[in-house]
Every structure is written in structure tokens, then in C-alpha cells.
Nanobody, 116 residues
Framework: QVQLVESGGGLVQAGGSLRLSCAAS?????????IAWYRQAPGKQRELVAG???????NYVDSVKGRFTISRDNAKNMMYLQMNSLKPEDTGVYYC?????????WGQGTQVTVSS
């Protein structure tokens, strides 16, 4: 049973920073096809923020490029999202995701609120 648990969310002022963590159990993160961070703002659809493939390729949604950094610690079986220069539009629930060819696994989400 794969379990993903996010932590690190909170309330921060615009321009501030947060670091989200995703702890995985029941499987090895680096073996998944893609591991990623998604977010869902109130009234909006869930969107991909950043992802890492099993081969190490990284991609970001345009709105966070240059501000967010996704990383993976294979030894700890953890994934991180360093978020700098936060903006009010970054507010939302952030979810950790791990995907195989046929299945998606999700964490419960962690709330990030950026005040102006």
C-alpha cells in the first residue's frame, strides 16, 4: 500500500518562502514513472506545479519557473518543493503525486496560504 504524506504548508506573506515535503512509504519514489506536486486553488481545477521523471527530467508550470524548485532525496524516499518569492496566486492545497503507467497515488494535501 503506497502512502504519501505532505507537510510544510502554512500561512506566509507575499515574497516569503515555504518548503513542502512528501514522505513516501510502501514503495520507492525513484521507481515511479513520475513524481510531482500539484495544487488546487479555491474554485479552480487541480494543476501540475512541478514534476520529476524516473530518469531525472524536471518540468515546471510557467507561473512558478525561477521561484520553485522540486527535488528528490532517494536515500530518505522523500520529495520536496522549495517555494520562494511566493505570491497570493500560489495559494491553494498542494498535493504530492506518484504515478506509474496505470495508477496514480495521492497524498492528503497541505494548505499553502500567501497573504498580500
Amino acid at each position: 500500500q503506497v502512502q504519501l504524506v505532505e507537510s510544510g504548508g502554512g500561512l506566509v506573506q507575499a515574497g516569503g518562502s515555504l518548503r513542502l515535503s512528501c514522505a513516501a512509504s510502501g514503495s520507492i519514489l525513484r521507481f515511479f514513472k513520475v513524481i510531482a506536486w500539484y495544487r488546487q486553488a479555491p474554485g479552480k481545477q487541480r494543476e501540475l506545479v512541478a514534476g520529476i521523471t524516473s530518469g531525472g527530467s524536471i518540468n515546471y508550470v510557467d507561473s512558478v519557473k525561477g521561484r520553485f524548485t522540486i527535488s528528490r532525496d532517494n536515500a530518505k524516499n522523500m520529495m520536496y518543493l522549495q517555494m520562494n518569492s511566493l505570491k497570493p496566486e500560489d495559494t491553494g492545497v498542494y498535493y504530492c503525486n506518484a504515478a506509474t503507467m496505470t495508477q496514480d497515488y495521492w497524498g492528503q494535501g497541505t494548505q499553502v496560504t500567501v497573504s498580500s
